[in-house]
Nanobody, 115 residues
């Protein structure tokens, strides 16, 4: 079993920055892919960014150039640095980790960007 603890959400003005963190704990696991998703009210959950164990990253077009995903494999932690935030980035952000046979979701952290 893997537990995920997210942190770093909050309220920020447009143009500001936030950094999200997601730490995975448990034993006997190896994480392949780590990612961040988000879900705004009335919309489907969408992929924001993902990163492989080797460091290959991918981004949604809407966040390219503004968000940066990174991970620390020694700490089983993934980060999302969000810069130049826009009101349309407002959503609950969820961390997801993918193991060989299973995947786990975090509880979500609210990000609100005011105009």
């Amino acid at each position: 079993q893997v537990q995920l603890v997210e942190s770093g959400g909050g309220l920020v003005q447009a143009g500001g920055s936030l950094r999200l963190s997601c730490a995975a704990s448990g034993s006997g696991f190896s994480i392949n892919v780590m990612g961040w998703y988000r879900q705004a009210p009335g919309t489907q959950r969408e992929l924001v960014a993902s990163i492989t164990r080797g460091g290959t990253s991918a981004y949604a077009d809407s966040v390219k150039g503004r968000f940066t995903i990174s991970r620390d494999n020694s700490k089983n932690t993934v980060y999302l640095q969000m810069n130049s935030l826009k009101p349309e980035d407002t959503a609950v952000y969820y961390c997801k980790v993918v193991l060989t046979l299973r995947q786990y979701w975090g509880q979500g952290t609210q990000v609100t960007v005011s105009s």
